[in-house]
């Protein structure tokens, strides 16, 4: 019997089944694969992922691997440059392949004592009041507490389950992949820097000796299981550029589309979803792979209490009630993206006019802010603007803030020096710390990040700390 079942090893399900290793709950990871993703696809960790790798102490794990870059230019492919005013301590994005992102969390994740079986699908589950039996590729069942689909796009929990998947199928594929090149560098360069003022998808990015990172749009939307053959890359690329640059040797092809669907239901009983699994959008901004880790952290202490037996009755509830309006608003901002990639005449236009607009900092930041989810207010009721929003790292006496949240615990930080977490010490650290760079005398933390709470009162803050971690003890 373990407590939790996590269908999917990819990004999402490491992430979870870490995050809820640091609460002692028996976590086991079913991925369908035996070994992990071949193709290297370079994703890019915007700035709340690098914030929740810092607050977990994986941000020096993470770094030798990946190339830092700057915070801008990822709003539909608009150069600009970064903001002036990016609130946080982690203002940049680092470029890192996505096989190698997963092997990281995984690690962490079975470090932390979580165990991971590949080569074993889920088939079928059912639900009762104790718990889910699940059912394996081979046949055989498992039981545990609850079960959570990271198994992606595509996700059996989410079929079976019944939960609706409403949004627009995809209505155009892009072909991606890497291979040799025969055209001379300066001639892929002239004609890449010709098509980028009209056509926004495409790219060839040199990837080695000789090697070229290519993006080229597919003919017509096709069966996303087949990968596509080195003839439709050829064919696309003269169709697109004119010439087919003598691609040859590809080291691996796939496409990709912009279907755009969000799961009616992030719960059912003792079944839930996150990641891809939940929601699905086109590539654009980059930003499928940093939702899915934020699905898990924040879903991963709702659970791990409502396991331990401390969560209040409807905490595991604010995981939907939090997350589905991000995924909707990363919906639709994939989406007025998709607008502004488009070579029709009119989208052109509204293409220069946001160009010129995003010349106001204000705009591009509040944009470079909706992509790397520091702009997220989860609505905590009426507060100042604080509360709800994550609290950037900042300096406290003992270093910084983001070290004390490596045990995945609230913490209260209190520049009063009076106040206290006392019956909620075994689930909330108290910091206090008159010299911390915060300009309001108390706020209460959840093991996310959050502000959960802004004030001085005790008594206050007990009704707070209840909210958030239950009834104290003793
Ligand atoms: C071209 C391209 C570029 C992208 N670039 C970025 C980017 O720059 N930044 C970004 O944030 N995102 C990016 N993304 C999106 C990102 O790749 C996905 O959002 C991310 O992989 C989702 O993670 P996940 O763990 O939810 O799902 P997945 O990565 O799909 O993992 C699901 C796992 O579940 C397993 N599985 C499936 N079915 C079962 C089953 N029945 N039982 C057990 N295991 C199962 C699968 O084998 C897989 O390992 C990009 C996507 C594409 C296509």
């Given at each position: ?5 996590i269908a ?13 290793r640091?609460?002692?709950v028996?976590v086991l990871v079913?991925e369908?694969e035996?070994e992990?993703?071949s193709?290297i696809r ?7 992922s690098l914030?929740l ?8 794990r993470v770094?030798p691997?990946g190339r830092q870059?700057?915070a801008a230019?990822?709003f539909a ?11 946080s301590a ?10 190698v ?5 995984e690690?962490?994740a079975?470090e932390?004592?979580a ?17 889910v ?12 507490r609850y079960?959570?689909?990271c198994?992606?796009?595509?996700s059996?929990?989410?079929k ?5 998947f ?5 209505r ?19 004609k890449?820097?010709?098509l980028?003022e009209?056509?926004?998808?495409f ?5 080695g000796?000789?090697?070229y990172?290519?993006v080229?749009p ?5 069966d996303?299981a087949?990968?596509?053959?080195l003839?439709e890359?050829?064919?696309?690329l003269?169709?697109v550029?004119?010439?087919?640059f003598?691609?040859h040797?590809?080291?691996?092809m ?12 992030y719960?059912?009983g ?11 959008h086109?590539?654009?901004?980059g ?7 934020q699905?898990a952290?924040n879903l ?11 969560a209040p009755d409807?905490?595991l ?12 608003e990363?919906l ?5 993206q998709?607008e502004l990639l488009?070579?029709e005449?009119?989208a ?24 790397t989810?520091v702009g997220i ?7 100042p603007?604080?509360l709800?929003r994550?609290l ?6 003992q270093?910084h803030?983001?070290g004390l ?10 520049r009063?020096?009076?106040?206290t ?9 108290h ?5 911390a ?9 959840r093991?996310d990040g959050h502000v ?5 009162d005790q ?5 707070h700390?209840?909210r958030w ?6």
């Amino acid at each position: 019997m373990f407590d939790v079942i996590i269908a999917g090893c990819g990004p999402t399900g490491a992430m979870l089944a870490a995050e809820l290793r640091l609460h002692d709950v028996r976590v086991l990871v079913l991925e369908k694969e035996t070994e992990p993703a071949s193709f290297i696809r370079i994703v890019g960790l915007h700035i709340r992922s690098l914030e929740l790798m810092a607050m977990r102490g994986l941000l020096e794990r993470v770094l030798p691997h990946g190339r830092q870059r700057p915070a801008a230019g990822f709003f539909a492919a608009i150069p600009k440059p970064v903001p002036q005013g990016l609130d946080s301590a982690y203002a940049y994005r680092l470029g890192i392949p996505q096989p190698v992102i997963v092997q990281l969390l995984e690690e962490h994740a079975i470090e932390l004592g979580a165990q991971v079986r590949r080569g074993c699908a889920v088939t079928g589950f059912e639900q009762d009041d104790e718990g889910v039996t699940v059912e394996l590729t081979d046949g055989r069942q498992l039981r545990s507490r609850y079960l959570i689909g990271c198994d992606g796009a595509r996700s059996t929990v989410r079929k079976l389950l019944g939960v609706g998947f409403p949004g627009e199928p995809s209505r155009n594929d892009t072909l991606m992949g890497e291979m040799h090149v025969g055209a001379s560098r300066e001639e892929i360069a002239a004609k890449a820097a010709e098509l980028r003022e009209t056509q926004q998808r495409f790219w060839l990015r040199p990837f080695g000796e000789g090697v070229y990172s290519i993006v080229v749009p597919a003919a017509e939307v096709g069966d996303r299981a087949k990968p596509p053959t080195l003839e439709e890359f050829q064919q696309q690329l003269r169709a697109v550029a004119g010439t087919d640059f003598g691609v040859h040797s590809p080291r691996w092809m796939s496409r990709f589309g912009d279907a755009t669907r969000l799961a009616e239901r992030y719960r059912v009983g003792r079944v839930l979803l996150a990641g891809d699994a939940a929601h699905i959008h086109p590539p654009i901004g980059g930003q499928g792979l940093n939702l899915g880790v934020q699905d898990a952290f924040n879903l991963g202490w709702k659970l791990a209490a409502q396991i331990r037996g401390w969560a209040p009755d409807t905490l595991l509830d604010t995981y939907q009630a939090e997350r589905h309006p991000v995924a909707q608003e990363v919906l639709d901002n994939t989406r007025a993206q998709m607008e502004l990639l488009s070579t029709e005449p009119g989208a052109q236009a509204v293409r220069r006019l946001l160009t010129e607009l995003m010349d106001f900092d204000e705009v591009n930041r509040h944009l470079i802010e909706k992509i790397t989810a520091v702009g997220i207010r989860y609505d905590f009721g009426e507060g100042p603007d604080l509360l709800g929003r994550r609290l950037r790292d900042i300096d406290v006496k003992q270093g910084h803030l983001y070290g004390l949240l490596h045990r995945g615990r609230g913490l209260l930080l209190d520049r009063t020096e009076r106040l206290t977490a006392g019956g909620w010490s075994d689930r909330v650290d108290h910091l206090a710390d008159p010299t911390a760079a915060l300009d309001v005398p108390c706020v209460l933390l959840r093991p996310d990040g959050h502000v959960a709470w802004i004030g001085d009162d005790q008594r206050d803050l007990d009704d707070h700390l209840s909210r958030w971690f239950g009834k104290p003890t003793g």
